[in-house]
T-cell receptor
């Protein structure tokens, strides 16, 4: 079946540093999404990407939909302690709302 | 975007029993989905809850174990039947609240989840 390979699995960075994580797949996706999940909570949608090549920002977050439609990256600039959490990429290959999720990137930020 | 309320938020259940999880949305949505997140893992789609018809299950999930109801466009339930410790997970309701306009405010919204522990 379809899979999303998300990397890195975990990151431990200093406050103020920039962060980059990515997802790749052997399959084409029509929509790429990036979520953040805090402990005890459901995933919160950060950025949604609907067109190949699309580059979208949300505050300090920037994400891109790869031109091949098989990958996406998320950048976080000037990280702060509240950025701590698990970040998931997700893809919708069929525009049905059904999502495939990456394995997640656990981000820790040292003040 | 749609606001989703899930109940209960957490529960501890005895093996062999069943638990029904409710998902209420503050607006009518076309698509509702149920996901499972096993401890320390990512999310896996269980099924699509179809209004007025039987749910559509993903590979590895069956109706006898996870019966789903969707009586209207704002409400759905997921039952975890004949539970075992392996069913201990977070169960999440998701909706696709469209329309598609990019950015962050449309579609693919999740509830806060139901944390289930089976003992």
């Amino acid at each position: 079946g379809q899979q999303l390979n998300q990397s890195p699995q975990s990151m431990f960075i200093q406050e103020g540093e920039d962060v980059s994580m990515n997802c790749t797949s052997s399959s084409i996706f029509n929509t790429w999404l990036w979520y953040k999940q805090d402990p005890g909570e459901g995933p919160v949608l950060l950025i949604a990407l609907y067109k190949a090549g699309e580059l979208t920002s949300n505050g300090r977050l920037t994400a891109q939909f790869g031109i091949t439609r098989k990958d996406s990256f998320l950048n976080i600039s000037a990280s702060i302690p509240s950025d701590v959490g698990i970040y998931f990429c997700a893809g919708d290959s069929s525009n049905t709302g059904k999502l495939i999720f990456g394995q997640g990137t656990t981000l820790q930020v040292k003040p | 975007s749609a606001v989703i309320s899930q109940k209960p938020s957490r529960d501890i259940c005895q093996r062999g029993t069943s638990l029904t999880i409710q998902c209420q949305v503050d607006s009518q949505v076309t698509m509702m989905f149920w996901y499972r997140q096993q401890p320390g893992q990512s999310l896996t789609l269980i099924a699509t809850a179809n209004q007025g018809s039987e749910a559509t299950y993903e590979s590895g999930f069956v109706i006898d174990k996870f019966p789903i109801s969707r009586p209207n466009l704002t409400f759905s339930t997921l039952t975890v039947s004949n539970m075992s410790p392996e069913d201990s997970s977070i169960y999440l309701c998701s909706v696709d609240s469209g329309p598609r306009q990019g950015g962050i405010d449309y579609g693919y919204t999740f509830g806060s989840g139901t944390r289930l522990t089976v003992v």
